[in-house]
């Protein structure tokens, strides 16, 4: 670019000089006004772990209460933001008598299960070509007493029946902020009913998969109605 005379010149240069200190040293986002961005936005845009810990300024920013939040027995980067950047997140909750969670997968996270409390079995269906010594998909079942503790490989589908009448207490680390949650059959039955039929060798078709998509629960939790009867709990007080 030609600049036509001098007076536009120094104008410029008066410009870029005064832009200068913005670029030169940029405002640390703890100081910014950002009241749009979420404090896990904050934390992950900090320059550095001693901003971070600018973002954190009380004791109690360290502290998820689990026993305050019933209905959100996860401890991740949205509900505990102290976490946002170290790839953790926690739960701590119980399994109600006679349930099963839906067969499901994290997509971002290794599961570690542990049981404080009563029994639970679990079920794990490793990916593909890990085979049995019958050369058959692998399926890793286990039954933990408290103190005992399994591993849900990330993308992993699995299972845990508590098929007892106590609920049973349990801890879970997963190796992500974010770890996310897929359940098997309401996904899998979310494609077109072609995909579908083919998918099951067309064994199913037309109003049978619609016949099982409405009997899919859809929900992260079942249950388990011999162990209902068995226990003499009505389905409505679990
Ligand atoms: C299970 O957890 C609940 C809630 O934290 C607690 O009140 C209860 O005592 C625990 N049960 C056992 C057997 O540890």
Do not use: W
């Not at 940029?26 to 100081?31: K, N």
């Not at 794990?124 to 079942?141: A, C, H, T």
């Amino acid at each position: 670019m030609i600049l036509p005379n001098f007076a536009l010149r120094s104008a410029l240069v008066v410009a870029l000089v005064t832009a200068l200190p913005a670029n030169a040293a940029p405002t640390l986002v703890s100081q910014r006004s950002t009241p749009e961005l979420s404090l896990p936005a904050q934390l992950q845009l900090a320059d550095t772990t001693v901003e971070r810990y600018q973002l954190l300024p009380k004791d109690e920013d360290f502290v998820y209460d689990f026993s305050k939040n019933p209905d959100l027995p996860f401890a991740n980067r949205k509900s505990f933001p102290a976490l946002t950047g170290y790839g953790t997140s926690f739960s701590l909750s119980a399994l109600p008598a006679c349930s099963m969670s839906f067969v499901h997968l994290h997509p971002r996270a290794t599961e570690l299960f542990a049981l404080t409390s009563g029994r639970v079995l679990t079920e794990m269906v490793p990916e593909g070509n890990i085979l049995d010594s019958d050369k058959k998909q692998r399926v890793i079942r286990t039954e933990l007493h408290p103190g005992m503790m399994t591993i849900f490989p990330a993308g992993s589908f699995h299972t845990q029946v508590n098929p007892d009448c106590e609920p049973a207490n349990f801890t879970a680390a997963l190796t992500a902020e974010d770890f996310g949650i897929s359940l098997v059959a309401d996904q899998t039955f979310s494609f077109t009913d072609d995909v579908i039929a083919r998918t099951f060798g067309q064994s199913i078709s037309g109003k049978d998969i619609d016949r099982v998509k409405d009997a899919i629960p859809g929900a992260t939790l079942i249950r388990v109605e011999e162990c209902l009867s068995k226990c003499g709990i009505q389905k409505r007080q679990v």
